[in-house]
């Protein structure tokens, strides 16, 4: 059978991810190297992730704020790890006019005494204002975020999942004490990880991340993975326990109930537009994109198809009277979220049109339609299937068909997380995994101790440490690459 | 009587909006000079701006969607004027890393092959996209908005009013006509205008640039300009009516009706956190910020005083019942905003906190409310008035409160500008209006020709020449400056 997409997951799974964007129009490259164009329906989705996130984000008591696009490099130089970090991938900033030169070119004036850092993460920033806004125990919690756009320079960029721009949200929170502030930690990467199941329809493990794949700076990072069709990991989000040690670079110190100064403790965590990517390679098939409905910018499409310029007036019609009941419905509180496409174009070019991009319900309405009274429709998850009935049953059963696609798309996410997911304890396994081709990737849970002698050794498997999973098998083994006995199991996996 | 911010209007109005930004907690200077800090109770003023203009801007076709940081400097080049007009101004990126020196010290390292300018607008690099997008007639009008964040260096920063990064929506159209471009240009600041007196209470008006106040490159720019309580013009919102100019330099070009190439009109049109500054300087008075309920992030507060520990539990519950009650009323289909102060800090403390950030309603209960079932409330624009009525009462009468708070707000704003708006026919007039000091300076109506001896004769009044309005006095009189007879009128003023 024809596919839309060429080449097919199979042929070529990563040149099928690349066709996927460009077809469901949601991103293309810029003319500056390694930043994205997010187009409108990519956009949407953003939008409606944002919205969701965001409220959560308010209901657990965080506002938004905003600060600065640029940061001082002395400022980036608080925190000693963090700037080692960084600094490979620090768009540099050094004046702040442009002349004409003798020969009429436009050149860079204006030099600036200290250059300059576009922002690949806020934490010294922001920790600048947070040191003011701190002065008593009466002002913490403080909890704060920020909707911004970063700039880290990527030497290999790919659409969504590693461009030099992003867009992403940053929390930045105080607390008095080092058990409130982890319990913000494990708090937002909860949320992250109900919100991605919830709202994204994707699988994920939870876990923390092992010493050499620590945010730059952090004492702990937690992390949720998400699992793609070729059993690549994704790292979907983070949150990070910080310590006092960005308390200590930027000063944020409050009066306890005592009296008595002391330092502040931290935290700081993000998801962004990466999400996007995670969504296409964990939904998408051979004929595009796949959305779950919660997420989709339209959840039900309407397709008039007409055949004879006499019937269009009364088709369009019954699909403007249709749209408004369908808008009338709600899902999750939302009203659904339904256009017509009333382009000059071919019935045909329209419905592969919204099956590449992904929208969950298709209805298309013709000549029968009108005179029966029907609704034929088809779901994005099963684009073979068109199923013609009652428009009045229809609309009764809308909203439950939306959810079952919701439910259905993560279904599908988890069981495949869940058979590709192996425990292994020795090596020859492990080595057989990941140095075989196979079809799908491995999620490899194997016993760990945190020792660089590991990340060396797994090296050769282009494998990395994802997380030490929050649910740890309950039993004892000897880790692999030192020979050591140990309680704990890591997620190994190739990744993005 | 003692005021919360000091000095007053009248004593310094320059410096009582900087204290205003302050005390009310809405921002602050970055490290980064010219750069600020949006803090959370501003944030949330344009949060609300945005979800209203957003909505208003999708309702009427336009989509969002988001484009690149950095514009290489041959983009920003394409247009002639439009870089002369930038290029003063421009924040240039020219390495892509930070190295170690032999002495230790971080420095920028990577030259870039060309430089990279943070945009200050983006019509040159998404005209990039748009002629990708735009192919044929069908794919017209193109409609397309973004949200985002700008940087033009700014040598004398003013908070919100002149910052060198700014956060704004930019819109950038293609049309197939001349005509449908000017409608759109004029449909757009139709928009701001009715957002700005609906949402806002901003008086304003409306009008088209002189040849030398155009946004470079356009064709024509068309403005609204609102009053602000010292009687200078601040600019609110501007649409620009761009001809073939862009479309040219972008190469946007599509195939008509009878398959024939042609070149594409297009618009673009932006309103900034400006419009903060904008409200403040309208609306606030000498205890600070007073906000149009519809613009508040708390459009009621509730206060609890509580004198005697063993009340506490039962003015907690009073006060938990009444925020549930207001919060199930709706403005506009919105909810209402309502929070209970429940800080560890004296009661006199929270009223005035709430009355400089200018929170609509203030409630305050204690025991007598409680044993009465009353509500003690005060608006913001009458502070001194403490009304008691009946619970019940309240709530039935809640929504008409916040409704004519929000309309004396505009009827201020309005009459203000009417009051202070003057029609002179002499130079004499205008002269005595701008060189005395007056204790609020005047938007002056009088006669216009476009030649450049009038840009130069008022500049030693520090006068520009804010708009030519669309509703024009029908007479014709003799232009000030050139002797020109003229039916054209303009309005000069003061502006920041």
Known sequence: MKTAINPTRRE?????????????ELAENSPVRGCMVIRPWAYGIWENMQRELDQRLKDSGHENAYFPLLIPLSFLQKEAEHVDGFAKECAVVTHHRLEQALDGKLVPAGQLDEPLIIRPTSETLIGA????????????????NQWANVLRWEMRPRLFLRTSEFLWQEGHTVHATSDEAMKETINIVDTYENFVIDYLSLSVTKGIKCSWERFPGAVDTYTIEAMMQDGKALQAGTSHFLGQNFAKASDIHFINKKGIKELAWTTSWGVSTRL??????THGDDNGMML?????????????IIHSEQDADDIYAFCDKLRKQISRKKLKGQNIRVKIDKRDVNGGEKKWYHIKRGV??????GKKELEQDLVSYS????VKEIIKIDTSVFLKSLIKILQSIQVNMFNNAKNRMLENTITVTTIEEFRQIFKEKNAINKFVLAPF???????EAISEYSVS???????QPKTEATCLFTGKHTKTWALYAKSY
Chains 1, 2 share one sequence.
């Open 129 to 144: 204002s947070l040191s003011r806004w701190v002065q008593s125990y009466r002002d913490l919690p403080l909890l704060i």
């Open 12 to 24: 070529n799974f990563s040149e099928w991810y690349q066709q996927v964007i460009i077809q469901a």
């Open 360 to 365: 969950p319900i298709r209805i298309e309405i």
């Open 449 to 455: 101790v945190d020792d660089e002698r590991v990340k």
């Open 465 to 471: 440490v994802r997380c030490i999973p929050f649910v």
């Open 276 to 281: 996007i990517g995670a969504m296409i390679m």
């Open 379 to 382: 779901c994005r998850n099963n």
């Open 292 to 304: 779950p409905p919660l997420v989709a910018p339209i959840q039900v499409i309407i397709v008039p």
